[in-house]
């Protein structure tokens, strides 16, 4: 995802997107122990997407604490 893309959104569909990725990369990590991946590029990208997410979230001014909690929060949903 570009920069751009990601800034447009807002706090809550940031953490949304964020959970996905987040799935889908410990998945990926699953299956890579399993057998080997078509494409193993695809970690790096997830990997490096979340971390897109996360310094915008702390551009707009929230802390680490408050993304976790929210993290927790929509978790038990």
Do not use: H
Not at 4 to 15: Q, V
Not at 44 to 61: F, H, K, N, P, V
């Amino acid at each position: 995802m570009k920069p751009s893309e990601l800034r447009n959104m807002s706090d809550a569909e940031l953490l949304k997107t964020y959970r996905e990725l987040q799935e889908e990369y410990f998945n990926l990590r699953l299956r890579k122990v399993m057998e080997t991946l078509p494409n193993p590029l695809k970690l790096r990208t997830l990997r490096r997407d979340c971390a897109r997410i996360l310094t915008i979230l702390r551009e707009r001014g929230y802390t680490k604490e408050q993304v976790k909690r929210w993290e927790r929060t929509s978790e038990k949903k």
